[in-house]
Nanobody, 120 residues
Framework: QVQLVESGGGLVQPGGSLRLSCAAS????????IGWFRQAPGKEREKVSC????????YYSDSVKGRFTISRDNAKNMVYLQMNSLKPEDTAVYSC?????????????WGQGTQVTVSS
């Protein structure tokens, strides 16, 4: 059974840092992409950062470029999101997503999410 479990969220002051972790398990075949999304109350879900498995390229949303860094430890089946210079606008539930692409169907797997609150 596929499982994605996030951790590392919490309350931090503006300008502070947090590192989110995503533990992936249960994949019988490699996923095509894995990364982080976030959703704040009243707002649409936003893709924050991700890896693609095909070429290892990374994506960052414009709002987090230069502040967030995605990384992974394949041996430990872990994906991380280092968040620096946090702003109140970063407050959201952050969820780990893994995607499998097929010819006709896309499969998405989600973790339960971890709350990040940036406030003084």
């Amino acid at each position: 059974q596929v499982q994605l479990v996030e951790s590392g969220g919490g309350l931090v002051q503006p300008g502070g840092s947090l590192r989110l972790s995503c533990a992936a398990s249960g994949f019988t075949k490699p996923y095509n992409a894995i990364g982080w999304f976030r959703q704040a109350p009243g707002k649409e879900r936003e893709k924050v950062s991700c890896f693609t498995s095909s070429d290892g390229s990374t994506y960052y949303s414009d709002s987090v470029k230069g502040r967030f860094t995605i990384s992974r430890d394949n041996a430990k089946n872990m994906v991380y999101l280092q968040m620096n210079s946090l702003k109140p606008e970063d407050t959201a539930v952050y969820s780990c997503n893994a995607r499998k692409l097929r010819v006709r169907i896309t499969y998405d797997y989600w973790g339960q999410g971890t709350q990040v609150t940036v406030s003084s």
